[in-house]
């Protein structure tokens, strides 16, 4: 991967998923929310992306992620997600994302987040479409007999 041949859109992508990759959902959006003020209306939108999940499902994912880390050397963290400042989380995504895009891929991500332009209840669910396990458990949504229609 050059980092020269990609466009910025394809940098910020590239940079959302190390940060999906290294600090879990959680530690993204706290990320995010450390670059640019926050737009859109996260209550009114959350629960469409959230409705319908069960806490075995939840459950399932949160064991994914711890799975996935401890299989990933790489994937260390100075410490416990939840025991980390949104500081120290925004530095961890700043060392994650120069260690895999360099110091000017880096640069790139953040001129991206910093514009300030995205509406973050528009932009958001298409991270949360990144998860296999949610993708899976919206299928399943759709399919599930007793759900009403809306």
């Given at each position: 991967?050059?980092?020269q041949?990609?466009?910025?859109?394809?940098?910020?992508?590239?940079?959302?998923?190390?940060?999906?990759d290294?600090?879990?959902?959680?530690?993204t959006?706290?990320?995010?929310?450390q670059?640019?003020?926050?737009?859109?209306?996260?209550?009114?939108?959350?629960?469409?992306?959230?409705?319908?999940?069960?806490?075995e499902?939840?459950?399932?994912?949160?064991?994914?992620?711890?799975?996935?880390?401890?299989?990933?050397?790489?994937?260390?963290?100075?410490?416990?997600?939840?025991?980390?400042?949104?500081?120290?989380v925004?530095?961890?995504?700043?060392?994650?994302?120069?260690g895999?895009?360099?110091?000017?891929?880096?640069?790139?991500?953040?001129?991206?987040?910093?514009?300030?332009t995205k509406?973050?209840?528009?932009?958001?669910?298409?991270?949360?479409?990144?998860?296999?396990?949610?993708?899976?458990?919206?299928?399943?949504?759709?399919?599930d007999?007793?759900?009403?229609?809306e």
């Amino acid at each position: 991967m050059n980092i020269q041949d990609m466009t910025d859109a394809e940098v910020y992508e590239r940079g959302i998923e190390i940060l999906l990759d290294k600090l879990g959902h959680a530690g993204t959006i706290r990320f995010i929310e450390q670059c640019e003020p926050p737009t859109g209306d996260y209550t009114a939108e959350r629960h469409k992306w959230l409705d319908g999940l069960d806490m075995e499902t939840i459950m399932q994912g949160i064991q994914e992620l711890r799975q996935k880390k401890q299989e990933d050397p790489e994937n260390e963290f100075p410490k416990d997600l939840s025991e980390m400042t949104d500081i120290e989380v925004y530095r961890f995504g700043l060392s994650v994302i120069s260690g895999k895009l360099g110091p000017s891929g880096q640069m790139r991500f953040l001129r991206q987040c910093k514009s300030g332009t995205k509406d973050r209840a528009l932009t958001h669910p298409k991270h949360l479409d990144k998860f296999a396990s949610i993708t899976k458990m919206q299928q399943e949504r759709k399919m599930d007999p007793l759900r009403k229609k809306e």
